[in-house]
T-cell receptor, first 115, second 118 residues
Framework: KAGVTQTPRYLIKTRGQQVTLSCSPI?????VSWYQQTPGQGLQFLFE???????NKGNFPGRFSGRQFSNSRSEMNVSTLELGDSALYLC??????????????FGPGTRLTVL | AQKVTQAQTEISVVEKEDVTLDCVYE???????LFWYKQPPSGELVFLIRRNSFDEQNEISGRYSWNFQKSTSSFNFTITASQVVDSAVYFC???????????????FGSGTRLQVQP
């Protein structure tokens, strides 16, 4: 089975721009979560989507948003980029059966640099 | 609130040495899940193990072993006979039970960078 894929792998933007990152989960996985990794704050949860609905959201400003499509693929968008948004953005997918916490499997990440 | 502490920021060992990575967690829930992930220089987080709070059995997988002790809220990871390929950042993570809405997010520790010298 193919793993989680993320595109693009690298991105350079300037302050004030917006960016869209894409994530394709493992086939059959229904939940997609996004995390931000920075040297200062470490790994932080952004949000989780399941069946095209946001189920959970971390403590990030409204500039960070996402969505999930009917095929479980997900995108996250950051508007009005700030220097502090420079980070590795990791996407994870999980099977999400009804009665247990499933393991999240991560993609290779998108490294965003904001100049 | 949940919290995961990995007090060891960086560990350096020589190949074939054994090394233990410490993980201490805090949660108010009685049902929870613990994970270890490995992050090589490529950046991808590689899943290593998942443990639920009701299973305190230690686990061994090849050169890897995990010691889960609820009494001390610790979930330590030992690599036996370390190899250069083990060099990476290792993260311990905590998740609440699935039956709590919005609680599936992973709370990560700050990570331990392991360098294995040849």
């Amino acid at each position: 089975k193919a793993g989680v894929t993320q595109t693009p792998r690298y991105l350079i933007k300037t302050r004030g721009q917006q960016v869209t990152l894409s994530c394709s989960p493992i086939s059959g996985h229904r939940s997609v979560s996004w995390y931000q990794q920075t040297p200062g704050q470490g790994l932080q949860f952004l949000f989780e989507y399941f069946s095209e609905t946001q189920r959970n959201k971390g403590n990030f400003p409204g500039r960070f948003s996402g969505r999930q499509f009917s095929n479980s693929r997900s995108e996250m968008n950051v508007s009005t980029l700030e220097l502090g948004d420079s980070a590795l953005y990791l996407c994870a997918s999980s099977l999400e059966q009804a009665v247990r916490t499933d393991t999240q499997y991560f993609g290779p990440g998108t490294r965003l640099t904001v100049l | 609130a949940q919290k995961v502490t990995q007090a060891q920021t960086e560990i350096s060992v020589v190949e074939k040495e054994d090394v233990t990575l410490d993980c201490v967690y805090e949660t108010r829930d009685t049902t929870y899940y613990l994970f270890w992930y490995k992050q090589p220089p490529s950046g991808e987080l590689v899943f290593l193990i998942r443990r639920n709070s009701f299973d305190e059995q230690n686990e061994i997988s090849g050169r890897y072993s995990w010691n889960f002790q609820k009494s001390t809220s610790s979930f330590n990871f030992t690599i036996t006979a370390s190899q250069v390929v083990d060099s990476a950042v290792y993260f311990c993570a905590l998740s609440d039970a699935i039956d709590k809405p919005g609680r599936r997010a992973l709370t990560f520790g700050s990570g331990t960078r392991l360098q294995v010298q040849p």
